[in-house]
């Protein structure tokens, strides 16, 4: 069994600056990792948290909080073969805000497309989206902008503890096919929570065996 080291990954770096952004992107052409996307408020940060362990990641009630890329480092260890690897991770500014100066919005746009044409092919796009809000516009005007990166592409529902009903669960559930029509490039769906632990067992294992897979 494979699985990431709860509580060993570390913060590197929170980046705002292009120019600091394109460096560091360009001495790290060929890393295998993790990239997190989605609107604000979807829980990314709390996914991170439930994933690599308790306060990786800032969690905050006001949407917009991560305001930078956030770049980790985590550990897969392989307890069979008593091997470990180190892996990149990325908490990339969300998405889709109301709220914002222009300049802002201007500058996050210059972030995201920043990181997406230099970071490595290697790293996997985690694209949380909200359950009880499928596919809000913002999402389907990301989900078109980022086909062209190549990209392998999970999208991640989360906030499923909020689907109260079997109804509004499986009114979810049946939108999947017509998702990965619209969604070509997207490989995997998963539904979680962050708050109550469904589904992260399982975008582990998706996590781990793509890192592990890129990395031989
Ligand atoms: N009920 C429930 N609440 C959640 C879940 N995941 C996150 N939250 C809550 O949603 C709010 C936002 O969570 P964050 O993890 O900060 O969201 P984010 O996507 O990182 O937000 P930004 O960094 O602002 O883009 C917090 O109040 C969390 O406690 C979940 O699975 N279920
Ligand atoms: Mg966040």
């Given at each position: 069994m494979m699985n990431i080291q709860k509580?060993?990954?570390?913060?590197l770096m929170g980046i705002d600056k292009i120019d600091q952004l394109t460096d560091w992107l360009n001495e790290h052409h060929f890393i295998n990792g993790v990239a997190f996307i989605g609107?604000?408020?979807?829980g990314k940060s709390s996914l991170i948290n439930s994933l690599f362990g308790k306060k990786t990641a800032r969690v905050s009630n006001?949407?917009?909080?991560?305001?930078q890329v956030n770049i980790f480092s985590f550990i897969v260890e392989d307890r069979v073969n008593k091997k470990e690897k180190t892996f990149y991770l990325f908490d990339v500014p969300g998405y889709g805000?109301?709220?914002?100066?222009k300049e802002m919005a201007v500058n996050w746009q210059n972030l995201l497309d920043t990181f997406f044409r230099l970071c490595s092919e290697k790293v996997l796009l985690l694209n949380i989206q909200d359950a009880r809000h499928p596919l809000q516009e913002a999402d389907i005007v990301f989900q078109d902008y980022i086909k062209i990166f190549d990209l392998e592409t999970y999208v991640l529902f989360n906030k499923?503890?909020?689907?109260?009903?079997q109804s509004e669960r499986s009114l979810l559930r049946n939108r999947m096919p017509e998702i990965y029509q619209k969604f070509k490039w997207v490989k995997q769906i998963h539904f979680t929570s962050a708050?109550?632990?469904?589904g992260i067992p399982a975008v582990e294992q998706a996590i781990v065996e793509y890192v592990m897979r890129e990395a031989t």
């Open positions: 509580g060993k990954s570390e913060f609107r604000s408020n979807v006001t949407p917009g909080r991560t305001r805000h109301a709220d914002v100066s499923v503890d909020k689907l109260k009903t708050e109550k632990g469904d």
